[in-house]
């Protein structure tokens, strides 16, 4: 017969950060304090729409920089000349706000079509975009942030023929800024190349086709950090528009492709796609031409070099228009900013939840009364908030920006911070408390079976079944007693 031996009895006292109820799990703090399980519920706000220059703007594109956490607007700046041009924006989380630096001009003649990634690498900002000024050659260039402000280096052409529609993104694993664009000068064909940020400049290796049946249009990228791949999501129109996704893998300067795969059977346009990294799914958002222009999305897993779907789900039934997807996750949430055309062309957000190969979505939130387009969303990891950036019909066609923090359940138990659980009766925030700690046992316990595992839930409650993140607890030795994460 199995014996359990005797413990050394092991506490730890600390400073209580809230209140401590008897026999529950116990945190323990950046500061030291410690502090019960518990899960905290967190109200969707929407911040006060900010112009940050009052002119027409067109094509705005947003960037969060980790490295300054700043975000970055590039914009087609209509009341000087149509340049290219980009302002810093700095959020403040305590009231959802947002405010500007100066603006820069990074273009000196007509540009459009400003598609912008951070690259982490280099701690560097990557715009790219097509220079109407040099015969819509697709180009690119590298800034850098410092304080409010930012500043460029020489822009780099990376197709030297008529470009549309460039999406940029920024592959982590191999270090690189991949840009997806249709070569007009190659007859629309869908193009990739992959960019090498140094210093102050991106160079380029060679492009490659990915897209050879037809005219592609509507392209969006982003990179899954799970399977270290590049997803491009587009129209095909050779193949009747439908909603197609490949998957591109960098090596080096260039990039292969597995085959292509249709998601939506109809015309397919507006497309935005962003990665959740909770779930490790693609979450591609598009207006269904073939179902009455409905903004829909649709959950892809990347496997190898192929991509697999769920089942479409619709979160706006009016004609839905200028999409933009972007992960906040610090809530796990996907965020689409689009233009309503079912509601006075309205800015307006849904929040979307994945599970497994589907996503649900809330209510959708309007976050500005008058008709917007050209939106672009940007997840600020420093300030925990969604930025929309927008050009504001209802006000002269500004340049306007919003914050937004989704409703979600906060969590404090991390896969490494639990350390027992509490003892001696509730203990009062700021009072000494003590814990139970690795190795001892808890005798505050109760309707535990013996013998059995438990696990510590997110609510602050302890049961067999784990949870995520997956923290174990202890293993009960009666009814009322729990040896503590052996």
Same mark, same amino acid.
């Given at each position: 017969?199995?014996?359990?031996?005797?413990?050394?009895?092991?506490?730890?006292?600390?400073?209580?950060?809230?209140?401590?109820?008897?026999?529950?799990?116990?945190?323990?703090?950046?500061?030291?304090?410690?502090?019960?399980?518990?899960?905290?519920?967190?109200?969707?706000?929407?911040?006060?729409?900010?112009?940050?220059?009052?002119?027409?703007?067109?094509?705005?594109?947003?960037?969060?920089?980790?490295?300054?956490?700043?975000?970055?607007?590039?914009?087609?700046?209509?009341?000087?000349?149509?340049?290219?041009?980009?302002?810093?924006?700095?959020?403040?989380?305590?009231?959802?706000?947002?405010?500007?630096?100066?603006?820069?001009?990074?273009?000196?003649?007509?540009?459009?079509?400003?598609?912008?990634?951070?690259?982490?690498?280099?701690?560097?900002?990557?715009?790219?975009?097509?220079?109407?000024?040099?015969?819509?050659?697709?180009?690119?260039?590298?800034?850098?942030?410092?304080?409010?402000?930012?500043?460029?280096?020489?822009?780099?052409?990376?197709?030297?023929?008529?470009?549309?529609?460039?999406?940029?993104?920024?592959?982590?694993?191999?270090?690189?800024?991949?840009?997806?664009?249709?070569?007009?000068?190659?007859?629309?064909?869908?193009?990739?190349?992959?960019?090498?940020? &140094?210093? #102050?400049?991106? /160079?380029?290796?060679?492009? +490659? $086709?990915?897209?050879?049946?037809? !005219?592609? %249009? *509507?392209?969006?990228?982003?990179?899954?950090?799970?399977?270290?791949?590049?997803?491009?999501?587009?129209?095909?129109?050779?193949?009747?528009?439908?909603?197609?996704?490949?998957?591109?893998?960098?090596?080096?300067?260039?990039?292969?492709?597995?085959?292509?795969?249709?998601?939506?059977?109809?015309?397919?346009?507006?497309? &935005?796609? #962003?990665?959740? /990294?909770?779930?490790?799914? +693609? $979450?591609?958002?598009?207006?269904? !031409?073939? %179902? *009455?222009?409905?903004?829909?999305?649709?959950?892809?897993?990347?496997?190898?070099?192929?991509?697999?779907?769920?089942?479409?789900?619709?979160?706006?039934?009016?004609?839905?228009?200028?999409?933009?997807?972007?992960?906040?996750?610090?809530?796990?949430?996907?965020?689409?900013?689009?233009?309503?055309?079912?509601?006075?062309?309205?800015? #307006?957000?849904?929040?979307?939840?994945?599970?497994?190969?589907?996503?649900?979505?809330?209510?959708?939130?309007?976050?500005?009364?008058?008709?917007?387009?050209?939106?672009?969303?940007?997840?600020?990891?420093?300030?925990?908030?969604?930025?929309?950036?927008?050009?504001?019909?209802?006000?002269?066609?500004?340049?306007?920006?919003?914050?937004?923090?989704?409703?979600?359940?906060?969590?404090?138990?991390?896969?490494?911070?639990?350390?027992?659980?509490?003892?001696?009766?509730?203990?009062?925030?700021?009072?000494?408390?003590?814990?139970?700690?690795?190795?001892?046992?808890?005798?505050?316990?109760?309707?535990?079976?013996?013998?059995?595992?438990?696990?510590?839930?997110?609510?602050?409650?302890?049961?067999?079944?784990?949870?995520?993140?997956?923290?174990?607890?202890?293993?009960?030795?009666?009814?009322?007693?729990?040896?503590?994460?052996?």
């Amino acid at each position: 017969m199995r014996t359990i031996p005797e413990l050394e009895e092991g506490t730890h006292r600390a400073k209580a950060s809230g209140t401590l109820p008897d026999g529950k799990p116990v945190i323990v703090n950046v500061d030291g304090t410690v502090s019960a399980v518990a899960e905290t519920a967190v109200s969707q706000a929407v911040g006060t729409p900010v112009v940050w220059q009052s002119a027409r703007k067109d094509f705005c594109s947003a960037t969060f920089d980790s490295n300054s956490n700043k975000v970055v607007i590039a914009y087609k700046d209509r009341a000087n000349s149509n340049y290219g041009t980009a302002i810093v924006g700095t959020v403040d989380p305590s009231d959802n706000s947002i405010s500007y630096g100066t603006p820069v001009v990074f273009e000196s003649a007509n540009s459009t079509y400003f598609s912008s990634t951070f690259d982490s690498s280099s701690n560097k900002v990557v715009i790219a975009y097509i220079d109407n000024g040099n015969s819509n050659y697709g180009t690119a260039i590298v800034g850098t942030v410092s304080g409010t402000g930012i500043s460029f280096g020489s822009a780099a052409v990376f197709e030297s023929a008529d470009t549309f529609i460039p999406s940029a993104t920024f592959d982590n694993n191999s270090n690189k800024v991949v840009i997806a664009y249709a070569d007009v000068g190659n007859q629309d064909r869908g193009t990739a190349i992959v960019g090498t940020v &140094s210093n #102050t400049s991106i /160079s380029f290796g060679s492009a +490659v $086709v990915f897209d050879s049946t037809g !005219a592609t %249009n *509507s392209i969006s990228s982003t990179f899954d950090s799970d399977s270290n791949k590049v997803v491009i999501a587009y129209s095909d129109a050779g193949s009747s528009d439908k909603g197609t996704a490949i998957v591109g893998t960098v090596s080096s300067t260039s990039i292969s492709f597995g085959s292509a795969v249709v998601f939506e059977e109809g015309v397919t346009t507006s497309t &935005s796609s #962003t990665f959740d /990294s909770l779930n490790n799914k +693609v $979450v591609i958002a598009y207006k269904d !031409a073939g %179902n *009455s222009n409905k903004g829909t999305a649709i959950v892809g897993t990347v496997s190898s070099t192929s991509i697999s779907f769920g089942s479409a789900v619709v979160f706006e039934e009016g004609e839905t228009t200028n999409i933009s997807s972007t992960f906040d996750s610090n809530a796990n949430k996907v965020v689409i900013a689009y233009r309503d055309g079912g509601n006075s062309n309205q800015g #307006t957000l849904s929040v979307g939840t994945v599970s497994e190969t589907s996503i649900s979505f809330s209510s959708a939130v309007v976050f500005e009364d008058s008709a917007s387009e050209d939106c672009s969303s940007t997840f600020d990891s420093n300030a925990n908030k969604v930025v929309i950036v927008y050009k504001n019909d209802g006000n002269s066609e500004y340049g306007t920006a919003v914050v937004f923090q989704p409703a979600f359940t906060s969590i404090n138990l991390t896969a490494e911070n639990y350390i027992g659980t509490s003892q001696g009766g509730s203990v009062a925030s700021g009072s000494s408390a003590t814990v139970d700690i690795i190795g001892s046992v808890s005798t505050n316990q109760s309707s535990l079976t013996a013998g059995q595992s438990y696990f510590v839930q997110t609510d602050g409650t302890i049961g067999t079944t784990a949870a995520d993140p997956s923290v174990f607890a202890g293993t009960a030795i009666s009814a009322t007693s729990l040896v503590v994460k052996t």
